[in-house]
């Protein structure tokens, strides 16, 4: 697991100079020796990662070849072909001083990868965070020193107990629990997210946009079927390859759906003399099985697919076992049921690779805005009828509904999407008194709020990202190995935010121009299927196994004391016979998470002297 600690200050302030020289005292003590770190006046990194800690940090020279900043993590070149760019072992010094000038601008422009980037601006200091956030950015302030880390809990140096809990934070993340504001579980703690800028000068700090999705779903390439596929394909191969390019044994998460069977093509069409192992977990539930589709996808590349079982009947972690993170751990409630799965493969692979992302960038979701995407993109004329009955296919209802709901999108100016929509039938269910003070102007990003000139189906899938980005796991499952999420990449991300809508399903089909794409290069009984695996099942076993333990942790709770969820509610969800059928029963696990995190924080800030 990458994780980074930095801090940032004037170097004539004695205050701050004296606080930063004792913090980075403190923090050398709690990291192996070697540990990579990057020191001058106002400037200290310090690689905290879990895994190996060399070459996570470049560094950043000025003209006079003196540090003037770093990039921690994985970065590649940007290319305006889609090719497989090799990983950025060092920055060129005109490529620095571009990045310098610019102030950290080209950053987003002229790389991408896995990265948090830190300038010194002389007058002023910058951090510039990759647009996937696959890095996680929170910052605070001390004795003015800014302080910016990855993970709190990497980080027990750093003084805690000036911190206070954000009870209006929590009521919004109980509402929807992929908020993304800036705020975090923590008053004195902000985030910095995917794409934004913090510019800190003196005591003052500001954040803005580098980039914004929507610059990339206004263009709208005309591209046949064939040709769009052909390049959604290179894409992909470019980018899964150049992830693939850094590790030496890869272990890929074989779910037996489209897109983790991509990946796992995409690597084996590419250096035969990697170690590639693929595992699928199976399910021991009544849901149906995707074993068989697994298999066809590995014996198509001839890897051998190993099965670990995941029993439903296993408990979760305790209420008590959170660390103190900035924001609570989504997968907590599942850490224990990869045990198996973490001693069999400890020590014989470096990155475990998923299909994330892939619903959201090919477009699984299916609705009739894409035939309103067509309609302002061509007009009226030739294609339209074929683009209603794809339409109509897709989402199995007759044309004349599909032209009922269509059309009125195309009148609308507003911004509602089915995610705002969602948020905000679940704030009116909680009722007012749980869902916090914050507009919701400001509980998601200005891109995710503001449709602007976007058509409104392409917008449903900028609003998607949201979700997307929280696939990034801020834990390590196999001590030493990284979690990659290959197709959450930036030139694909940009590519397929360019792409309309209807082609994305072409033909009327649900990531059909994904299935066109990879045609030859996955089994058809994997790329033709028409749905997906379903876990719901093993999700109700695995809630009703734990759900004494999930109540009797939230009856008395935090959150139930703060007014953040009633006590009724709870209750209720103790009597019904499925959870499925209360009105909470499917989040009970995420409020069993949130929980958890906030007696940590209470036990931590109670212990603090």
């Not at 990045?99 to 990265?115: D, I, P, V």
């Not at 998470?593 to 036990?603: D, G, K, V």
Request: charged residues 25%; neutral net charge; aromatic residues 8%.
């Amino acid at each position: 697991m990458k994780s980074v600690f930095v801090m940032l200050w004037d170097p004539g302030d004695s205050v701050a100079s004296w606080y930063a020289k004792l913090t980075a005292s403190r923090a050398r003590s709690h990291v192996e020796f070697h540990a990579d770190h990057i020191e001058c006046p106002g400037l200290f990194v310090l690689d905290v990662s879990t895994n190996s800690n060399k070459g996570n940090l470049l560094a950043l020279r000025g003209t006079d070849g003196e540090i003037r900043g770093a990039i921690f993590g994985t970065l590649f070149e940007a290319t305006s072909e889609p090719v497989v760019a090799p990983r950025v072992h060092k920055i060129p010094s005109e490529k620095s001083a571009e990045l310098l000038n610019s102030e950290g601008r080209s950053l987003t422009a002229q790389f991408w990868g896995s990265y948090i980037g830190i300038l010194d601006l002389y007058d002023r200091k910058a951090v510039v965070t990759d647009p996937t956030s696959s890095i996680p950015c929170f910052w605070t302030r001390r004795n003015g020193v800014t302080l910016v880390f990855s993970h709190l809990e990497r980080c027990p140096f750093i003084e805690v107990r000036d911190f206070t809990i954000d009870y209006d934070f929590i009521a919004w993340l109980i509402v929807y629990d992929k908020l993304q504001t800036g705020a975090t579980g923590l008053n004195e703690v902000k985030e910095l997210l995917g794409g934004q800028r913090l510019v800190v000068a003196g005591t003052s700090t500001s954040t803005e946009c580098l980039w914004d999705p929507r610059t990339f779903a206004v263009r709208s390439p005309r591209l046949s079927p064939e040709c769009a596929a052909k390049r959604l394909k290179s894409q992909t191969i470019a980018a899964v390859n150049a992830w693939g390019n850094c590790y030496d044994r890869i272990l890929v998460e074989l779910s037996g759906g489209l897109d983790s069977s991509i990946v796992l093509s995409c690597l084996a069409s590419q250096d035969r003399s990697k170690q590639v192992e693929a595992v699928h977990y199976l399910l021991v539930s009544d849901d149906a099985d995707e074993i068989r589709y697994a298999a066809a996808a590995a014996s198509s590349v001839e890897i051998e697919l190993q099965i670990v079982r995941v029993d439903p009947k296993r408990a979760i972690p305790n209420v008590s076992c959170h660390p103190a993170t900035v924001r609570p751990y989504r997968q907590f409630t599942a850490q224990n049921f990869t045990a198996e799965l973490d001693s069999e493969f400890e020590g014989r692979v470096d990155a475990r690779f998923t299909g994330q992302g892939g619903d959201h960038l090919f477009l699984a979701p299916a609705n009739v805005l894409g035939f309103s995407d067509h309609i302002l993109d061509r007009g009226l004329g030739k294609g339209t009828l074929d683009e209603l009955l794809n339409t109509a296919r897709l989402t199995e209802k007759s044309v004349w509904r599909v032209l009922g709901e269509a059309v009125p999108a195309l009148m609308r100016r507003g911004n509602a999407t089915a995610r705002l929509e969602a948020i905000l039938q679940t704030r009116k269910i909680l009722g007012d008194r749980q869902s916090g003070t914050r507009e919701l102007g400001t509980i998601l990003p200005q891109w995710a709020l503001d449709r602007g000139t976007v058509a409104p189906g392409k917008f449903e899938q900028v609003v998607s990202l949201l979700h997307m980005v929280h696939t990034r796991q801020p834990f390590e499952q196999i001590r030493g190995c990284e979690t990659i999420n290959p197709l959450v990449s930036q030139p694909l991300i940009e590519f397929c935010l360019s792409v309309p809508t209807y082609l994305l399903r072409a033909h009327g089909i649900s990531r059909g121009l994904a299935r066109l794409a990879f045609e030859g290069g996955i089994p058809d009984c994997v790329r033709l299927r028409p749905g997906k695996g379903d876990a719901s099942r093993y999700f109700v076993e695995n809630l009703m196994f734990n759900r004494e333990r999930i109540v009797e942790a939230l009856v008395d709770g935090e959150m139930v004391k703060n007014g953040l969820l009633a006590k009724e509610d709870v209750l209720a969800f103790m009597r019904e016979s499925l959870p499925r059928t209360h009105e909470f029963g499917r989040m009970m696990l995420v409020y069993y998470a949130i929980e958890a995190r906030l007696q940590t924080w209470r036990s931590v800030l109670r212990s603090v002297p």
